[in-house]
């Protein structure tokens, strides 16, 4: 009996070539979007004369969207599947990134901010659905070197977003020129997917707590999502506050942070085959905690910056390889995980607030310290991180 062979064309060659370039320009065009808000938030907040109190309000929005997205990403995955779904909830991401820079009021602002956080979510759990399936079809580890990625695309938008503000451009109009642009690429990098459209099984739940195994992946990605939403709210006001640095030197903090995060994503994939998940965040969160203490004990501005990276260094892989796991139990399972880590972004900053009122900005980071000892413990009990 004859096998057919299958044999592999010039043009099909080329075809799985430009699909495999398809993930990696979509991370890259998530970071650049959320880059460019959080570059823009200073202008945003004087455009409608918002107060310091108000506009941590109108931040808290965004988390809380990111939080009440479980309904809609379940709902899309189930309908649709990853790839529909992330090109659906990519071009809503795109339209409410202009109605957040047109917002002419607080109130409205603060429903812009709303809806960023259910698209912005939704398209994460979506492009991190379709990584984690070629993963699996693949048997090659790349959420880590595609969260880096991301990670660049987000220092690009922000510095888009600073010389947009030394230009004195408005957020309405750069936000405009940026959406025509990136839709095209959207468009493009949906076209090259594999069209893999498969639904997914959903449950239908307006909001789901991970259970059982994937509990504790969902706690790593809670106490993740504390440690690095409050380093990158409150490092510049520690340097600024505890050491007097300057407003030039004062973001600098978060800028070490990403770096190291970045850097260390790139040969995440190759250290995790050599090492394993659950080793590398396990240590990697001691690093983490060791970095925010020297941090808090240096003796000046400029070596404290050193303390920001070693912490980036530390906490850079525990996101991608959370999500990994958790994708590899299914994209619901993703969606659970990834809603708890959510309401982690969304508690951190204001508890750090809170602790940095009652006892100071030290006691303040030193907490950051304590829960990345905590996502230490954690990890070196989780099963699922391989």
């Known amino acids: 009996m004859h096998t057919p062979v299958s044999v592999s064309t010039p043009r099909s060659f080329s075809l799985a070539q430009t699909q495999q370039y398809a993930l990696p320009v979509l991370f890259v065009l998530f970071g650049l979007i959320m880059g460019s808000w959080a570059g823009r938030i200073p202008a945003l907040a004087e455009r409608v004369q918002v107060s310091h109190s108000a506009l941590s309000m109108v931040l808290l929005c965004g988390g809380l ?87 660049a695309g987000g220092l ?23 959406a025509g642009p990136l839709a095209l690429v959207l468009w493009a990098a949906f076209s090259m997917m594999d069209a893999d459209d498969s639904v997914e099984k959903v449950e239908k739940k307006s909001f789901s707590l991970p259970r059982g195994p994937l509990a504790l992946l969902g706690l790593l990605g809670f106490l993740g999502s504390m440690s690095e939403g409050s380093i990158a709210d409150w490092s510049g006001v520690f340097l600024k506050e505890h050491f007097g640095a300057s407003d030039g030197l004062a973001p600098l903090a978060l800028s070490a942070f990403s ?46 910056l050193v303390g920001f990276a070693i912490a980036g260094l530390g906490l850079s892989l525990l996101f991608p390889f959370v999500f990994s796991a958790a994708g590899a139990q299914g994209p619901m399972a993703l969606a659970a995980v990834a809603s708890m880590a959510y309401s982690g972004s969304l508690m951190g900053p204001p508890v750090i607030g809170a602790v940095a009122h009652f006892v100071g900005m030290k006691a303040a980071i030193t907490y950051v310290g304590v829960l990345s000892l905590g996502i230490a413990f954690v990890a070196s009990r989780t099963k699922l991180l391989k």
């Open 156 to 178: 690009a938008g922000a510095t888009l977003g600073s010389l947009m503000a030394s230009l004195k451009i408005a957020p309405a109009t750069h936000f405009l020129m940026l």
């Open 259 to 304: 770096v190291m995060m970045l850097l260390s994503r790139m040969v995440g994939d190759k250290m995790k085959v050599r090492f394993g998940a659950q080793r590398l965040v396990t240590i990697g969160s001691l690093v983490s905690a060791c970095g925010l203490f020297f941090a808090v004990m240096a003796p000046n501005a400029y070596v404290a």
């Open 65 to 151: 969207g990111a939080v009440l997205s479980y309904p809609i990403s379940s709902f899309l995955m189930g309908r649709f599947g990853a790839r529909k779904s992330l090109l659906l909830s990519g071009m809503a991401l795109l339209a409410v990134l202009v109605s957040i820079g047109m917002a002419p009021t607080v109130p409205r602002l603060m429903l812009s901010v709303l809806m960023l956080g259910i698209t912005a979510s939704t398209f994460d759990v979506a492009i991190n659905s379709a990584a984690t399936k070629r993963e699996k079809l693949t048997g090659k580890s790349e959420l880590s070197m595609l969260h880096g990625l991301g990670c």
